[in-house]
């Protein structure tokens, strides 16, 4: 019933001065690349608009009036989290009757105050299908809407007054205190939820549930920029200190209270989980830079050293919600995309959080409850039996000449999708073509030329795809340098109960190879500097020669002829 | 599962409450009082006039054979179990007796506060099971929690009438909590450990108990009078009867539960409608 909630936000605490325009523009920036913004958006477009047709202003509150145009939909009219569009997400919308809130600024169980419900309506809830209204509501709807809220549960109507903890100021990070982290990330047994490396496959992580008794996944610490209640170190302590309601997520208030942990040791433990998510959030690159390898062999392995030694792109991955049956419950939902050739052969390397190998049996229990959740209403069943993780890279079967591609959802009849085909049951992967989704067939054997190697580990998969620049065959596509070649990605998590159009999916991207450094790349300059040289220096010498023959001839009066 | 009528009442009654005294107010089920004051209250109840009850759950056909626990990522909690750890949810003993029913004195004691006691109640954490499975205790009656396994537990509690808790509890400890209002039941759980659940009955008296491995129980001290007693149990939901206590004198009662009965009756409180004070008309509008 009640899922994902809110809050955050301005504190009467010590924190620096994170108020809400620092948190909102943080947001903000990462909602623009963020992959789930969009898809909730694009959820809330098919669901929500519709719903919010309603709404005679005037007589009645503007928080009620705001909460049935804007909210109802999800939330339900009742606050009750049951709204029209609820059954499509997962975290379900929060039920508001219980007063149970996520983000807040109080201790675990007790009430949030209104700046905290406030921020989460401001700034939404990155993981989850709950937009920021910040620019799309006014301050006065906003305000009105904390107001509206709370009448939906008797708990805010028994006198007590949430107080705000004072959290402190966050302690200055170094590599002891990361190491210090470290070490409280393992005592804390942070690790059984969250997994070793934070990618959210703890050993219990297939077995959670949320207050509702909806399956809930743990957060993928690596992945900050989708925190629920904000990605910062300051935002972290925060839900360490108070838990997440409502959610497997406790508080360690009492862990400090009773000595266990000191304040100090919870900052360090903060900042080690920061640590887990890169720097800054990544920005969408549109191309993929295939680097050229000149003086050495391509990878052999997905985990050869020379990868790391090639930029990396971020290809945020959205459910597949155009075609049915829809899938509006995406596990993977970015793709961290390398690539390089050397001229002869193209390798690429993929790696993506996921956190089982499916089929995982003991992941079975959470397949199945996710597609009891999420597939009824959605056409022909999902696929029967143990389903894989699969992963495509699909190009158009030609580079197109213009601007126009073949329909990103694998092609149509007219225009057809060259692909490569990856299965977590199955060794190698497939060159097939498609004219439209769910329609691939496997180009004959004899033109097979892609070759693949996976590893899984600590709930990531890396895949290795090479294929030789041109082929034989007349059916794939023939890659060339120097050229923006048109590239999209398929995933699915078949342990999430992902299938068939039950997929995550990106738009269009393009693979640049880098050109060859060709001969005449190098005699070019040389031949240039060889003519420019002779040039200058024919130039030169006749000047020297004219110079030398004019000052004869200034100095000796010509000869009278 | 709150019949509307009883409950609006209760709420506005509750409601009326908070507004006067700012805090505590009654629960609505298990009558008698309250914790929220620290007013010492006497124990009303005169010892020489009172009378008991002796009860004892039954379970009457077969009981569904019990669930494992695979404690296989615990090896900590699987060596403290001499045998494979069970699932507590049915307990049925060789003469039909059902253990873990929380039974209590649901009305006949509304015109009565009592002493909230001083000795807290311990709820354990040993070997990846709670113990016990099923517990009571006093509106504002402290609850020990004690993790006595050292290993990361949650104690998640996710009651309706009275305010939550979820805490972490990474190592060998303590930590002390409290319901406010009467509550029957608060469910309890670790999401570490999927198996692991407890219930806590909160009322708002002292005359409450979970029956034992044989099914027996006793309502002890009782003032005479016309009672109804409720019992409850996580898979078969719950039963009322009515009982006469009379000085001296010891009630018996007998509760029959079956399998039949799983699901029939959702044994815990249910979110209540947030605008009882008037949602009647906020629903008719739309």
Redesign the interface.
Known sequence: ?RLIEVINGPTACHLPPLGRSGIASRFGRRHAVGPKPVFGAAVLALFLLGAGAGGLAGQEDLGKVTY?RWCGGCHG????GLGVAAEYMLPRPR????A?YQIRTTA????PTDADIRHIIDVGMPNTTMPGWENLLSEAERDALVEYLK?????F???DVPQAIDFGRATKVSEAVLTEGQEQYQ???CF??HGDFGRGDG??AS???D?GSFPIRAADLTENWKFNGGGSVEDIFRRLRT?L?G?????????V??G?ITEEQLWSLAHYVRSLAPEDAPGIDEVIRAELIQDAALPTTVDDPAWDAVGVSYIPLVGQIIVSPRWFDPRVDGLWVQAMHDGQELAMRIRWSDPSQSPDPDWAEWKALIIDLMAPKEGDPPEAGPTPDRLVVQFPKEIPTGLERPYFLMGDQRNPVYQWQWRSDQSGAVEAEARGLGTATALPSAEQAVTASAAFADGQWTLMLRRPITTESASDLDFTTGEAIPVAFFAWDGDNGESGTRAAISSWYFVFLEEPTSATVFIAPLAAFAITGSLGLLVVGRARKREQEGVVTEDEPPDEE | MFDGIDLKKVMAATVAAFIVTGCGGGGDSGGGGDSGGAAAVENPVDAATAGNIAGSIAFEGDPPSPQTIDMDEEPVCADKHASTPMIEDVVVNEDGGLANVFVYVKEGLESLQFPTPRQPVTLDQNGCVYIPHVLGVMAGQDITIKNSDGLLHNINASPTENRGFNMSQPVNMESMRSFRFAEVMVPVRCDVHGWMTAYIGVVGHPFYAVSGSDGSFDLSTLPPGDYVIEAWHERYGTQTQNVTVVTGETATVTFTFSESMAGAVVPLGEAIDPHDHGSEAVRADQ
Do not use: I, N, W
């Not at chain 1, 039920?95 to 219980?98: E, G, I, P, S, V």
């Not at chain 1, 009448?151 to 708990?155: H, K, N, V, Y």
């Open positions: 019933m049935d009219v009742d606050g009750d039920d508001f009757t219980l149970l675990s169980g007790e009430l009448t939906f549960s008797r708990f109507g028994r006198g005592a804390m047994e059984k939820c050993a219990s077995t959670l549930e207050d838990g309601d959610t497997p997520m406790p508080s360690y208030q009492d862990v209270d009773a266990v």
